[in-house]
């Protein structure tokens, strides 16, 4: 009985605490280096952010073609691809964003996000401690419209103002 209430006690007292604030800046911190990455032609630093296998997905749309990639590699190439039309010596500014929406999980995330060019969903992971986005979605709604026209948050389809404030949530449903 000593032997079984031990056993218990381990077990439950090193299971590490879900903490949503921290795992909230974490998201945000790994959302931030791999735009800062992306921004700055830094394979290095943006794949470091991104999961490295078969399974990550990166959509894109505009108002004149969508491009679908699966797999790390394939996006990697990609993004290569796109770089080499970069002046490498232009000077490019830090990429800011809104959190629209964030949904954490101890191992797993969504989280909306609104730059200057679009809106974008990423689904992200934690794998090893470390979050990693596992699958983004671009839509360049600057392709779509003027500057003066578009979503200011607006209402959201239960008629709330979607005032851009971060509404995650802890919840653990099994994820």
């Known amino acids: 009985m000593i032997l079984l209430t031990a056993l218990l006690l381990t077990g439950t007292s090193c299971k590490e ?9 974490a998201i945000i911190a790994v959302i ?9 032609m830094d394979m290095d630093q943006w794949s470091r952010n991104v999961l490295q296998d078969s399974s990550y997905t990166w959509l894109a749309a505009s108002s004149e073609t969508y491009i679908f990639n699966h797999g790390f590699s394939k996006q990697a190439d990609q993004t290569r691809e796109f770089w080499s039309g970069w002046d490498p010596d232009e000077t ?8 629209l929406e964030m949904k954490v999980y101890p191992r797993t995330a969504w989280v909306v996000i609104q730059p200057d ?8 992971e934690k794998i090893e401690g470390n979050w990693v986005i596992s699958g983004q979605t671009v839509i360049l709604t600057s392709s779509f419209q ?23 949530e802890e919840e653990d449903n099994g994820e």
Request: glycine share 12%; aromatic share 8%.
């Open 117 to 124: 060019h679009g809106i974008e969903t990423l689904f992200l």
């Open 92 to 99: 490019r500014s830090k990429l800011e964003f809104k959190v």
């Open 17 to 25: 605490a879900f903490d949503i604030e921290r795992e909230k800046a």
């Open 146 to 168: 003027d500057d003066d026209e578009g979503d200011d948050g607006g209402e959201d389809d239960d008629g709330e103002d979607n005032d851009g404030e971060d509404n995650a």
């Open 32 to 40: 931030q280096d791999e735009k800062d990455g992306y921004t700055n």
